[in-house]
């Protein structure tokens, strides 16, 4: 009652922001996302007879506590799916630098799941495997798909019909992804916090989710004709929608930084100087720019030479789930 799951952290071009159910983890819009490739979680679940509880090593180092608690609460759905009362071993490995400002949950429960449920002896098809995931993280629902995935909200109030699918599958198209690490962190906001707070009291929500499916049509029309500046400019200016909402909260929000800013402009100077890059900022302050290959060097270049830049990390689009041999970790 063992197996072994890999899965690839995402970035969202059009983001989830916002829930319409927080138990459930269904959101109040579709959101578009590429995975990637340098960015993955490695986990092996067995189940046994004699635990007595649920274990969970990351990184070899033992969790207690909240993570701890995530771990456990997203097992009980899956023993629940199961019908099979059983404990489990977890063991993670992370290769998702936590400083690179990605999700790790992304990555972490897209693997927990496939391995989990693989583990349990359920046969999911990838649209059950995703519907299970969000139940872990909402955005880790688009880690089951490897290319361009979109996260379906879904109308029913059970989120039976809440789940990703492939847009685009990785061959697709290669764009790169390069992560800016800023030399300093401050989030004193996580995402689930945050979301929960704009949808609560931003007067600008209401009109964030009214320009989601504009958003989304056109990207996608992007995304099929490999239309790079298209698809650049609407995740761009998704991406300000989305942080423009936090400064209307109650208590207003940023997940800025100076060097953010920064980096922002200097995107912008690329573009003047002709070389087709735009950026993507989550729920932290470090950017992302999406950029073609033939300027991977110029671009790390530039990026890497901004006063407060500590590191670029560049990525290709990856690939979904893939299940290892068992022996892979534990
Ligand atoms: C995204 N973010 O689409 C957006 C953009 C952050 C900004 O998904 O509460 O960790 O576990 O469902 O998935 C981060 O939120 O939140 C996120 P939960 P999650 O990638």
């Known amino acids: 009652m063992k197996a072994t799951a890999k899965a690839h952290?995402?970035?969202?071009?059009?983001k989830y922001w916002g829930k319409r159910n927080d138990e459930l983890i269904l959101p109040t819009n579709n959101s578009l996302s590429i995975t990637l490739d340098g960015f993955y979680t490695t986990t092996s679940v067995a189940f046994k007879q004699d635990l007595t509880e649920d274990t969970f090593l990351?990184?070899?180092?033992?969790?207690?506590?909240?993570?701890?608690?995530r771990v456990t609460s997203f097992l009980n759905l899956v023993r629940k799916l199961a019908g099979k009362e059983l404990y489990?071993?977890?063991k993670s490995m992370n290769a998702v630098p936590t400083a690179a400002g990605f999700a790790s949950?992304?990555?972490?429960?897209?693997?927990l799941a496939a391995a989990a449920s693989k583990a349990i002896g359920l046969n999911l098809s990838e649209s059950e495997l995703s519907r299970l995931t969000r139940q872990g993280s909402?955005?880790?629902?688009?880690?089951?798909?490897?290319?361009?995935?979109e996260w379906q909200k879904g109308a029913?109030?059970?989120?039976?019909d809440s789940f990703a699918v492939q847009v685009a599958p990785k061959e697709h198209w290669d764009i790169r992804v390069a992560a800016v690490v800023l030399s300093s962190k401050m989030k004193k906001v996580s995402s689930r916090a945050g979301m929960k707070r704009t949808v609560e009291s931003s007067p600008f929500f209401k009109g964030w989710v009214e320009s989601i499916p504009a958003d989304l049509d056109a990207i996608k029309q992007g995304i099929s004709d490999r239309d790079f500046q298209k698809v650049g400019e609407i995740a761009e200016a998704n991406c300000l929608k989305m942080h423009a909402t936090t400064l209307g909260a109650n208590p207003p929000f940023t997940y800025w930084l100076d060097t953010t800013v920064t980096v922002m402009q200097t995107v912008q100077q690329l573009?003047?100087?002709?070389?087709?890059?735009?950026?993507?900022i989550d729920a932290g302050p470090n950017v992302k720019v999406l950029y073609l290959?033939?300027?991977?060097e110029e671009v790390k270049r530039t990026l890497q030479g901004i006063p407060g830049v500590s590191d670029v990390k560049l990525s290709k689009v990856g690939q979904g789930i893939t299940f290892l041999e068992d022996e892979t970790l534990a």
């Open 271 to 280: 573009r003047d100087s002709g070389i087709p890059a735009y950026f993507t």
């Open 88 to 90: 489990a071993e977890v």
């Open 293 to 296: 290959p033939q300027y991977e």
């Open 9 to 14: 952290t995402n970035i969202a071009l059009i």
């Open 58 to 69: 990351l990184n070899n180092t033992p969790i207690v506590g909240e993570q701890h608690q």
């Open 156 to 160: 029913r109030v059970d989120g039976s």
């Open 138 to 149: 909402g955005s880790a629902c688009r880690s089951i798909f490897g290319g361009f995935a």
């Open 105 to 111: 949950s992304a990555s972490g429960f897209a693997a």
